[in-house]
């Protein structure tokens, strides 16, 4: 046996050798191509090229008796590399040819500068700080916190929680009476059934995303992304090695998801699809009919649904949740970040009742965290039954979105009216470059995050977030609506 084993072994020895003299000559020719996009100025990702050959290998999968699935996942690996290659040598040439500029500008530096990648509302964020360091007032309209007062009793709940000695482990899912003061509500709101153990408490609505992601998804597999989207869902999917395809959507049609569309895009890989609504950028709320549609075509494909809505509680008109269709192949996340405006407590959670998922992420998060901190989850509860204090922040936000929209109408820019959540996301037709928009912006005090993060086809949208108060954020549009007439317009109409 062990002779039969042995030389069994040098041929997988040998094979592998193959495979790897071939991923080698792969990558060269990856290379090769994207000299060949740089030198005509063409985009890295061509999903279309990667489908012609994706649907070539797997015409050969049957004759050779190979899983299609593993095939599949395979070659998603085999194009992310590729892609990383071919973004490795677009990032060296854009730093050369930044040196260059700078070297022709006489070489100062330019602090305030956007640069070319894709920005997030966090990179402008740090931008701003930097400037702040400087001595500079900025108006941050670019971050996603509601910055309201928390409910008087999650203050006392903290204190109390600290007297009585409730700060030690929890059981990793979290406290028992959290979970179960969450099921019911739910329950409740959207007529579901679900029991204190379909819940996760998390720290967070980032990591219950996070979680969700790891724990059900494997390298190599296929997520598809509404767009604009909130720009974690797609770092999450890259960082862990699955491949992002973008249903994008269009503020010409209101933002609503073509059914159509969204069929023809997915595979066989395709695990699950990510929703947030109300929406980070657009505030859009989904249409029941398409909720409808998209979680049939969900059933039908055995796709997951991630449904990320962790602004249901700042939704301003009838929102539906993913709870409401009893589908099991769901996650629902929500967080106390934003109705509650607890966003430094770090404290959110998930709710599915696929026992498959929700004990994958019990576990992952055992293994990474433990618990979130004890004296958090009775915080937790407490803004569960302080309902009455949301309600009012979600006036507030309501407020101060209905000013921006008023003055963003008087600068005639285009926008959807946001039916929740804490932004509106405005084109901007200007002549220049939205970097140096942005940048310009920012050098007058007001941060605002680019389009281009939300997005490959959003490069000429801002979001504005409604984080400040009605004072700050009228004075902050004032200056937008000053740039605005500084770098003068080419309005679509004119
Ligand atoms: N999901 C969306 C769409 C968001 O915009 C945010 C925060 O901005 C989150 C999730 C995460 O929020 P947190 O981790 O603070 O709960």
């Known amino acids: 046996m062990s002779n039969e084993l042995d030389e069994l072994r040098a041929d997988i020895r040998s094979l592998t050798e193959d495979l790897v003299r071939l991923l080698s000559k792969r990558l060269e020719v990856a290379k090769r191509i994207g000299m060949v996009k740089m030198r005509h100025g063409l985009g890295i990702v061509d999903e279309k090229a990667e489908d012609e050959l994706r649907s070539h290998i797997l015409s050969m999968c049957d004759a050779l008796s190979l899983d299609r699935i593993f095939v599949n996942r395979m070659l998603n690996l085999l194009f992310a590399e590729s892609t990383r290659v071919q973004e490795a040598m677009y990032e060296e040439m854009g730093r050369v040819e930044e040196k260059e500029e700078r070297s022709k500008s006489g070489g100062g530096g330019d602090e305030s500068s956007v640069g070319r990648a894709r920005m997030r509302p966090v990179d402008i964020f740090s931008k701003a700080r930097v400037l702040e360091r400087m001595g500079r007032e900025i108006i941050h309209m670019e971050i996603g916190e509601p910055r309201l007062t928390i409910p008087s009793k999650v203050r006392q709940s903290l204190i109390d929680a600290l007297d009585k000695g409730r700060y030690h482990y929890t059981e990793s899912k979290g406290l028992e009476e959290l979970r179960s003061a969450i099921a019911d509500i739910l329950n409740v709101r959207y007529s579901a059934s679900l029991s204190k153990d379909d819940v996760i408490i998390t720290p967070g609505g980032r990591f219950a995303v996070y979680l969700a992601m790891l724990a059900s998804l494997k390298p190599g597999d296929e997520v598809l992304v509404v767009e604009p989207a909130w720009p974690a869902y797609i770092d999450i999917a890259e960082f862990i090695g699955v491949k992002v395809r973008r249903l994008s959507t269009r503020l010409e049609d209101g933002w609503s998801i073509d059914i159509g569309k969204l ?132 006036t507030i936000i309501k407020s101060r979105l209905d000013l921006i929209c008023r003055r963003l109408m008087d600068m005639q820019l285009s926008f959807y009216r946001p039916d929740g959540a804490m932004y509106v996301f405005a084109k901007v037709d200007i002549n220049s470059d939205m970097k140096r928009f942005v940048d310009a912006l920012l050098e007058k005090g007001v941060a605002v995050a680019p389009g281009s993060g939300f997005g490959s086809c959003y490069d000429r949208f801002i979001r504005i977030s409604a984080g400040v108060d009605e004072r700050v954020l009228s004075k902050g549009l004032d200056i937008i609506g000053d740039v605005l007439n500084m770098m003068g317009r080419d309005r679509e109409n004119e």
Do not use: W
């Open 263 to 394: 069929k023809s895009i997915m595979n066989q890989n395709t695990r699950m699809l990510i929703l947030n609504y109300p929406n980070n950028p657009t505030g859009k709320i989904i249409e029941k009919d398409t909720l409808d549609a998209i979680v049939d075509v969900a059933r039908s494909k055995g796709m997951m649904i991630l449904s990320d809505e962790v602004y249901a509680d700042l939704a301003f008109k009838d929102f539906n949740s993913i709870l409401q269709y009893n589908y099991d192949k769901s996650i629902m996340v929500s967080s106390f970040s934003k109705g509650p405006s607890m966003t430094g407590f770090r404290i959110g959670y998930a709710a599915t009742t696929s026992k498959q998922i929700i004990d994958g992420m019990s576990r992952l998060q055992s293994m990474m965290l433990t618990c979130v901190a004890e004296p958090i989850q009775y915080s937790a509860l407490a803004a569960l039954s302080s309902m009455d204090h949301v309600r009012s922040n979600a």
